[in-house]
């Protein structure tokens, strides 16, 4: 279809020069997709590698106390440095696998975990919203239903701005 339609630019008497550099300018476009691909995959790996760095560190507190989870958890979060989009996208994966985590929790009953859910929501939501990650590209990074996740994910983030802020909207990001 991309060669069609050039030629019919090339017989509306634009020169074959033109036609060239149209030609190079789709590479270059080509090119700086597939990089622009990659380096999201890579930043997206950085992101899940950091959720089980925090899943090793904090996760043996949650299956007793929520609130010894979230403190851990919490400090994993704040001592995060967000000085590059690598470090940001750590500080992602820890955030999201504490929400993760402080979910499977609640759904299991132990107390404080629905609100631990609630707080690591408030923290990761944001952060994946200014780094243009969709939902399901964040969802993959840890294994599971990811259709059931997003949609426990939308739920919580509605839950937890309406007790914090009165705001009832939460949706999906693409």
């Known amino acids: 279809m991309i060669w069609k339609n050039l030629s019919k630019v090339e017989n509306a008497s634009i020169g074959k020069s033109n036609t060239g550099q149209c030609l190079a300018a789709l590479a270059l476009c080509v090119a700086l997709?597939?990089?622009n691909?990659?380096?999201?995959?890579?930043?997206?790996?950085?992101?899940?590698?950091?959720?089980?760095?925090?899943?090793?560190h904090c996760q043996v507190l949650m299956?007793?106390?929520?609130?010894?989870?979230?403190?851990?958890?919490?400090?994993?979060?704040r001592?995060?440095?967000?000085?590059?989009?690598?470090q940001k996208f750590a500080k992602l994966?820890?955030?999201y696998y504490a929400w993760l985590s402080a979910t499977s929790?609640?759904?299991?009953?132990?107390?404080?975990?629905?609100a631990s859910s609630?707080?690591?929501?408030?923290?990761?939501?944001?952060?994946?919203?200014?780094?243009?990650?969709?939902?399901d590209a964040l969802c993959?990074?840890?294994?599971?239903?990811?259709?059931?996740?997003?949609?426990?994910?939308?739920?919580?983030?509605?839950?937890?701005?309406?007790k914090r802020t009165g705001k009832t909207k939460a949706e999906p990001v693409r």
């Open 37 to 56: 691909v990659a380096m999201a995959d890579r930043l997206l790996d950085i992101s899940a590698k950091s959720s089980l760095d925090a899943r090793d």
């Open 118 to 135: 609630e707080h690591f929501v408030l923290i990761f939501r944001p952060l994946q919203k200014r780094l243009l990650v969709s939902d």
């Open 140 to 162: 993959v990074t840890i294994p599971g239903d990811c259709k059931s996740r997003n949609a426990r994910m939308l739920i919580v983030e509605k839950e937890a701005l309406e």
């Open 63 to 77: 299956h007793e106390d929520a609130d010894a989870f979230t403190q851990c958890a919490d400090e994993l979060i």
């Open 93 to 95: 994966g820890i955030s």
């Open 105 to 114: 929790a609640a759904k299991n009953g132990l107390p404080s975990a629905a």
């Open 79 to 86: 001592n995060a440095p967000v000085n590059t989009q690598e």
């Open 33 to 35: 997709l597939d990089s």
